[in-house]
């Protein structure tokens, strides 16, 4: 049979050629990051790449969206505004059969395109994909990635990632990444670049959206504007101009050093260290780590402050680290105190609560740079979540990789906020003497 790939009679624009001729080549390893702005096109191309590196090599392809519910209504069910069918792009002749439930694809030449979400990363564990599209990878869970790269590095398979801009996210990186790696392809463009939307439209674009914010990420491909629904946004930015973000906040070895933790148990652990001087809270260091248990934290805390020739003060904790183990019977709390480490136990509270005290004590924040950066961008990233059917924000935060960070620091606002139990006063004192709100 004569079939055509790409099928449906699709052509690159100018733009998307050069990504197309760079992912066809029948190299292997090959990695590619796109940051193009809404409606460049960028799925229809990604689709229309995987459906030839299917052809050229036999193997399993993912194609990864933010959520599993995403891949479904965006590919699986989603259309051109042609009315075409994106998973048709994969030709109906050479399909052997799909799977409705498992979102699946069975090419007659043995290739297996399978779409999902990196909402769920354990679905990834134990297979073996040769090439995989990440689709809006700026709003993804990065840990999928961290788990996919190894098997590609084993295979010689291949990656492309797209998205347009929310902050200077993971995404953000990875292109910075891209670009300065002579081993990647990258493309950063925005309207202005394509041309691909008429300015009539792009006018009544900008007039819908009705968020300069929103326009200047989505359509003008900006990273610099702050994430939409950003808890911190403004106060991160507010530091950053007051110059209270330094590159280097040195250790001051007269004072103790503080922590504040999120504890995770299946994902990240995180420790903010301060000190107090009067009126300032100094961050000095940031920690993160996964897959570790408390010997590993405790050994990191030893180690730094040994290299700083500092004293600790408090360790604060949030208030589930009382909860015995089922396996144990025993607390993190008293398996840290054999370690060497007492806790202070933050007290439960709203999330919601907890938020407004973190942007009540950024303002008497100083960051050192290098040494936080990655607890900084957790920071600027901890965001709303938004109902895309509803067109607004929800209450509850969003679960992904900058909530560890942004957890442990609303522990370090809600642990100085809560009173001393020596001094129960209409107007309470805080636990470190010198902190008035």
Known sequence: MDIQIP???????????????????????????????????????CINIMAIKAMQRVGTFWYILPYANQARRIVWNGMTGEGKKFIDYFPKELVEKKSEQEMRVHLKNGSVIQLMGSDDPDKMVGAN?????????????????????????????????????????????????AQSDSNWYSSHLSVKDTKAITPEELRTARSELNNEARFQSEYMCSFKV????????????????????????????????????????????????????????????YYENSGEGLPHYARELHTWSARKE?????????????????????????????????FTTVKKIPVIDGIEAVRLLLHKCWFSKNDCYAGIEAL??????????RGVFRKQPVHDA?????????????????????????????????ISW
């Open 226 to 285: 702050p994430v939409e629904g950003a808890y911190y946004g403004a106060q991160i930015n507010k530091a950053y101009r007051e110059k209270r973000i330094v590159d280097s906040l040195g250790v001051e070895p007269t004072l103790p050093v503080h922590t504040a933790w999120d504890l995770g148990m299946d994902d990240a652990t995180t420790i903010w260290f301060f000190q107090i001087y009067r009126n300032e809270i100094r961050i000095v260091n």
């Open 310 to 342: 500092v004293a600790y003060g408090k360790h604060y904790a949030p208030h589930d680290i009382k909860v015995r183990e089922l396996g144990t019977g025993k607390s993190r709390l008293e398996m840290a105190r054999s370690m060497g480490l007492k």
């Open 129 to 177: 994909p040769i090439g995989c599209v990440f689709s809006e990878y700026s709003i993804s869970d990065p840990s999928a990635w961290q788990l996919i790269n190894p098997i590609l590095a084993e295979n010689g398979g291949w990656a492309l990632f797209n998205g347009t801009p929310r902050g200077e996210n993971h995404f953000y990186k990875l292109l910075l990444k």
């Open 402 to 434: 900058n909530s560890h960070g942004a957890d442990a620091f609303r522990t370090l606002a809600v642990g100085l906020k809560q009173p001393s139990l020596e001094k129960k006063k209409q107007n309470f004192e805080y636990e470190v003497k010198g």
């Open 7 to 45: 099928a449906q009679g699709w052509e690159p624009r100018s733009y998307q050629l050069p990504l197309l001729k760079y992912m066809t080549k029948k190299n292997r390893g090959l990695r590619a990051c796109v940051a193009w702005h809404r409606r460049a096109g960028k799925d229809l191309t």
């Open 380 to 389: 600027k990233g901890y965001h709303k979540e938004f109902d895309s059917s």
